[in-house]
Structures are given as structure tokens and as C-alpha cells.
């Protein structure tokens, strides 16, 4: 009988100095014991160091004993306090006792119902000892009572010993394989987190990396903001080729109250936690989701984490599987260490997604000032009509200050060509290179025109619902034009001058403080001195705008100029509509130029513009003008009291005089339209306009 003991303790030994895997060494120490000693299941616990809790380190590998899922699942860590485990481990010896005293002390003890329940009758508890620590238990029971003798204990003891060997060599290589495993699940994760932009792609291959270490059927990732529904940042689930891909949109379609019930089990989700087995169908009976996706996918277990950022809306890390007790503590534990990358994962997916949110948005931007850029591109004082000596003036002065970085301050009537000037400013600078950004200070509502100039931060009034580029910080490098700037509230007088003065603004709703660095070039059609004067005007915002001002005078100054302005906007008008060339007479262009242009140069291309639609025959004809601009009259008639007609009187007086002459014919050989040189129907829609009836009809 001691060779036989000495025999097994040898093979025994044997084994555990050649087996590094778990199971392996379960079977050959569970088949050698069965050789001597009689029991029906064995069970090896380990305890952690301070005695506080236990883990089953394996079970009745050899599945003789079918016993029922809540005593054959792999429970997790769990505490010994006020279970039989404190009893055990009082004693340094080999323990037997019967299963009916045990319950008899501690009837809630599951293990013992079930092993109960199994017709298991004894248990004998040998201690496993390794360097004079206890590490943990190895427990076996029968359905008939061992009978050891003193041999037998002593041997058992021995073998405890060897397994408690055995038992921490496998724990700590399993521990390296775990810290491994970690390691490369850690180093997946970051290569992703460098490689990988788009929200789907990155948390699909984390899902993925998760699964190679914690088995699971589903990823989600779902965020819940205050007031809000829960939403979902990712999720993916299992395909049954074991790849990952989104669930189906409409997957909660046949569930009654979908939104209310991922409400109410959201609450399960802002705490760490594992839920299987049991447990699992507890929580189902409470919350219908679960039990939808229990009846729906077969779901058993849960994981989940809460990612715990700062500063972001409670979200939560959710893994789901099929199996009763997929996951335990140290899956848990796992994923809390790698909430740190999770969460670094997400805050780069938001501010990706943000980064490609603003790209587009600058990308409208850019197209909203497409045709603002062309054009300054196009500007260039060759390109200004007109040679009259004011104007040359003009030129001089720009090509004086569009090579610095002064602040300009264009002033004039409407319709000078104030934008014409500012384009070519920017274009003449060493800014042209970027964009000349342009804003109307009268086109917008006031309590809008500072989120256009400054931009605006999300939520920083109603209607914000995204982050909004100023003006101000789009021309950074460039130009900014501030048209019509004598219309701008005085609250915002105080914010542009502090612009001009520090180079620096807040978004509205934001605490940033943005530096810039652009050149301003403002216009106004208002005299800002009496502006000033009459306290509509800040004093201090008039000096920092008016460092160098240019002056474009009135086209009635330059009656020079109009003839060049005429041919311009005629060859413009005419090859843009693809007219055919027309003549323009000599009269007409003696009435263009004693016109007084309140509108100025604006007034006469629109009038031009009207011409080239208009007009039939050879010459240009001006709808828009009296008789005196388009008749043979040099000169404007004028009433007694010496005040000039206006061009609608001196039209009608010379139709009318026309039908005198004609005896009210109005087309034919002999008609006032051949004689005015005139559509017959356009003469007649004239007429109709200015209210004339022919005196005296004449057949056609």
C-alpha cells in the first residue's frame, strides 16, 4: 500500500511539473484520485489572500455528476463570510461532514441544495497548503460514506499539497496569459484608435477585439442626456459567421412602448455589473426590453459598465450573450480597465465627427463665398471705367493704401461702386490670397448680426443648435468688408471696436478668447460725422474706422465718365444676353449724360441692362427715359418758372408730339414709330403706360 501511495503521489507529481493548462491538469488529478478514493464530484476553490473570498477554479470535469445550472455555471468572486467556507478552513486538516448537518447550519447555502438535490450525501473538505499559505480547497463528495483510514487522510493531505502546487503554478501562468491577452487586446485597441476615423468602423473593430478575450453575442454603447431619450452610440451584433454588423433599425418595431422601456432599464446600466442565470430572468420579469430581447434573440446575460467621462452625458459600455453565465467578475474587472481607451475612443469619434460637422460647415460657407473670392480676383483698378479727373484721384489713393494693412473707410453715395473698390483693396494687398469675407451690417436683423460677425457656441440661445464660424474668424489672414457699417446698433459698435483695437472676440455663449488677425475695410453711404453729432455713431469706433478714407464721388460729378460706362455696360449686356449689336445714338447719349444718376452708376447699368432687353431696331433704345433722353432734342426743355421736366413728362410731350405729326398713326410707313425709331409695339406699351389716347385713328 505505500508503494501504491508513493506510485500515485509520483505520478501526481509527474503531471503537474508537465501541465500548464488548467484542464489537463483537473483530469489527470481527478483521474488518479478516482483510482483510490470513491466520490462522485470534486470541486478545487481557490481563495485569495486575505481569506475574504473564493472562486471555483473548476468543477467536475469528468460531467459524471449532472448537476443542475445554478451549482454547474461558473459562478464569480464571491465573499465567504457566513457560509460553510469559514468553517473549512478554521480546521489545517482533511474534513469530512454529511451534506444533512451542513444544511442543517446553513440551509441558504445553494451549492449544498443543489449538490442536495443531486443525491449527494458526504463531503470531505482537504486543504490546499503551498509554502504554509492556505490557497484553497479541494472538495469531493459521494453518495455513499467514505471510509478513510489514517493512511488515507495523511495521503489526501499529500495530494493536497501537490494540487496546491499545481493550482498556483496554472493560476499564474493564467494570469500571464490573462496579462497578455490584456496586453494585446490594449495594443489592438490603440492601433484602431490611430487608424481608424468613423464611428461605425472603430467601435465595429473593438467589438471584435472584445470578443477575442470576453465571448460575446452583442456590443452597444448608449448614451442617455438629461431630459432626452437614451440614444445609441454604437452597437453591433454577432452574425452567425461570427462577425459583427449594426442590428436591424426596426428591431423594436413589435415592442409596445419601445422608447418607455429603454428608458426604464437605462437606470440598470449607471452602475458596473454583471447579470446571468437567475438573476437575468429576475430582471426580465421587470423590465420588458429584457424580456424582448430574451424572447427575440436569446439573450441570457449581461455585462455592463458605465464609461464615467467628464463633462459628457452618462454612457454605458453593454456586452450581451446567450450563454446563462457568459460573464464573471474578472470580464468585468477587464472591461473597467479598458474603459480609459473606450472613452478615449468615443471623445476622438465626437471630436472627429465635430472636425467633419465644421468641415462642412466651412465648406458652405467656402461656397457662400465662392463668387466673393472670384470677383476680388477680378478686381483690379485696370478694370475701373472712367478717366475724369476725380476718378483718377481715386486710383491714386487706392494704389497708396491697398499695399498696407489700414484700416479703410469708403464712403459715398449708393450705387459709387463702394464693393467695386473693396474688392480691389483685397485683391491689390498681400491678403489676396485669402478670402475677402463680405457682411451687410443693414441686410440682417440686429440681434443677429453678432452671431454673423462673431459666430455663436451650440445652445447659446434658442435656434443655436450647432456651432456657428464668425465672420471675424473666417477672414482671419484676409479681409473682412463691413458694408453699410453706419447701420450697426451701438452695442455693437463697443464689440467691433474692441476687434479693432486687441484683434481679439468671443463666440457668442463661448469663454475662448479668439485672436485675429484681419484687415477691416468698412463702407457707408452716411455722412458718419453728423452721425456722430447725433449720437448714432460711436466717436471712438468713427476714428478707428476712418484711418484712411476714399472718397467715390457722384456720377452726376463725373459727366465724363458716363459715355465709358455706357459703352462698358453695353458690350457687357450684349454679349452676356447674346444680342445683336446696337447703335447708340448721339442724343441719347447728350440726355444720358445731362441726366442727374441719383442712383449713380448702379442706376445707369440697370438702365443700360433694360436698353439691350428692349430694343428692336439698330439703335439702343431706353425704355425707361422721357422724350428728352431719347428724342432729336439736344437739350431738356424747360416749364416757365426754369425747373427741368422730369424723363417721364419729356417722354410724353414728345409721343405726343409724334402722333401730332403723324395724325395719330402709330405704325405703317407714315407712323410715329418709324419716326421715333421705335418698335410699333413697344410705342404702343409706352402709350398705354403713360396714359396717351390717339387723338385720330387711322387704318393699318
Keep these: 500500500m505505500p508503494d501504491q501511495d508513493d506510485s500515485l503521489l509520483l505520478r501526481l507529481n509527474e503531471a503537474i511539473a508537465t501541465t500548464r ?144 502546487v499545481a493550482v498556483t503554478n496554472t493560476l499564474a501562468f493564467e494570469e500571464v496569459a490573462h496579462r497578455e491577452q490584456e496586453k ?44 432626452s431619450p437614451v440614444r445609441t452610440l454604437a452597437e453591433f451584433r ?5 462577425t459583427f454588423a449594426p442590428p436591424d433599425e426596426n428591431r423594436y418595431d413589435a415592442l409596445p412602448d419601445a422608447e418607455q422601456a429603454q428608458q426604464a432599464v437605462a437606470e440598470i446600466f449607471v452602475r458596473p455589473g454583471v447579470y446571468g442565470g437567475v438573476v437575468f430572468q429576475q430582471m ?124 479703410v473707410l469708403i464712403t459715398g453715395e449708393t450705387g459709387t461702386g463702394k464693393e467695386l473698390v473693396a474688392r480691389a483693396l483685397h485683391q491689390l494687398s498681400p491678403r489676396h490670397e485669402r478670402a475677402l469675407v463680405k457682411l451687410n451690417c443693414a441686410a440682417l ?23 456657428r464660424i464668425g465672420k471675424f474668424e473666417l477672414a482671419d489672414k484676409g479681409t473682412i468688408f463691413l458694408d453699410e457699417v453706419g447701420e450697426l446698433p451701438l452695442d455693437l459698435q463697443a464689440k467691433l471696436l474692441r476687434v479693432l483695437q486687441e484683434k481679439e472676440f468671443e463666440r457668442l455663449g463661448g469663454r475662448r478668447v479668439i485672436s485675429t488677425d484681419v484687415r477691416v475695410i468698412a463702407a457707408t453711404n452716411r455722412v458718419l460725422e453728423q452721425e456722430v453729432a447725433a449720437g448714432r455713431f460711436r466717436a471712438d469706433l468713427y476714428y478707428r474706422l476712418n484711418v484712411f478714407e476714399v472718397r467715390l464721388p457722384a456720377l452726376r460729378e463725373r459727366p465724363e465718365d458716363v459715355e465709358p460706362l455706357v459703352r462698358h455696360f453695353l458690350e457687357r449686356f450684349t454679349k452676356q444676353m447674346g444680342k445683336p449689336v446696337r447703335r ?48 432729336t432734342a439736344a437739350t431738356a426743355p424747360a416749364e416757365s418758372d426754369g425747373t427741368l421736366k422730369t424723363l417721364k413728362e419729356q417722354e410724353r410731350d414728345h409721343i405726343l408730339a409724334a402722333l401730332h405729326r403723324t395724325g395719330g398713326r402709330v405704325s405703317g410707313p407714315q407712323g410715329a414709330a418709324v419716326l421715333l425709331d421705335i418698335n410699333p409695339k413697344t410705342l404702343e406699351a409706352r402709350m398705354k403706360k403713360l396714359g396717351i389716347q390717339r387723338t385720330v385713328m387711322v387704318s393699318e
Design 21 to 164: 493548462n488548467k484542464e489537463d491538469l483537473f483530469r489527470s488529478v481527478t483521474e488518479k484520485l478516482r483510482l483510490i478514493f470513491p466520490f462522485d464530484a470534486i470541486t478545487i476553490i481557490t481563495l485569495d489572500a486575505e481569506l475574504q473570498y473564493r472562486r471555483v477554479f473548476l468543477r467536475d470535469y469528468l460531467g459524471e455528476v449532472l448537476l443542475p445550472a445554478s451549482i454547474a455555471a461558473r459562478p464569480a468572486r464571491t465573499s465567504i463570510e457566513n457560509t460553510p467556507i469559514e468553517q473549512f478552513i478554521r480546521s489545517p486538516h482533511l474534513q469530512q461532514f454529511e451534506l444533512t448537518e451542513l444544511l442543517r447550519d446553513y440551509p441558504d447555502f445553494q451549492p449544498f441544495q443543489g449538490l442536495f438535490e443531486a443525491n449527494m450525501r458526504y463531503l470531505t473538505a482537504v486543504p490546499l497548503r503551498t509554502g504554509g499559505r492556505l490557497i484553497g480547497l479541494l472538495s469531493m463528495v459521494a453518495r455513499r460514506r467514505p471510509d478513510f483510514s489514517p493512511q488515507d487522510v495523511r495521503l489526501l493531505e499529500k495530494i493536497g499539497s501537490l494540487v496546491a
Design 184 to 227: 494585446t487586446m490594449q495594443l489592438a485597441l490603440s492601433n484602431a484608435l490611430l487608424r481608424i476615423k468613423e464611428r461605425h468602423e472603430l467601435f465595429r473593430t473593438i467589438a471584435v477585439e472584445i470578443n477575442r478575450v470576453v465571448p460575446c453575442d452583442y456590443f452597444g454603447l448608449r448614451v442617455r442626456e438629461p431630459d
Design 238 to 242: 454577432k452574425q452567425p459567421d461570427g
Design 284 to 407: 426580465a420579469r421587470h423590465y420588458t426590453l429584457l424580456a424582448y430581447i430574451e424572447a427575440s434573440y436569446g439573450t441570457r446575460s449581461l455585462l455592463c459598465t458605465p464609461l464615467d467621462a467628464p463633462n459628457e452625458p452618462p454612457t454605458a459600455l453593454i456586452l450581451a450573450s446567450s450563454e446563462p453565465q457568459a460573464f464573471t467578475e474578472e470580464h468585468l474587472e477587464l472591461m473597467q480597465t479598458l474603459m480609459p481607451q473606450i472613452r478615449l475612443a468615443l471623445q476622438n469619434v465626437w471630436a472627429f465627427e465635430q472636425i467633419d460637422a465644421l468641415r462642412a460647415q466651412l465648406e458652405r460657407e467656402r461656397t457662400y463665398l465662392i463668387d466673393e473670392i472670384n470677383t476680388a480676383a477680378a478686381a483690379r483698378l485696370d478694370d475701373f471705367v472712367g478717366g475724369s479727373a476725380v476718378m483718377q484721384q481715386v486710383y491714386t489713393r487706392l494704389a497708396q493704401v491697398a499695399p498696407t494693412d489700414t484700416t
Design 445 to 467: 436683423p440686429a440681434q443677429l448680426i453678432e452671431s454673423e460677425l462673431f459666430g455663436h457656441e451650440k445652445g447659446a440661445f434658442t435656434g443655436a443648435v450647432e456651432r
Design 584 to 631: 447708340l445714338r448721339e442724343p441719347d447719349l447728350r440726355a444720358l449724360r445731362q441726366y442727374s444718376w441719383p442712383g449713380n452708376v448702379r442706376e445707369l447699368e440697370h438702365v443700360m441692362e433694360q436698353a439691350v432687353i428692349v430694343s428692336q431696331g439698330r439703335f439702343l433704345e431706353f425704355q425707361s427715359f422721357a422724350a428728352g433722353a431719347t428724342g
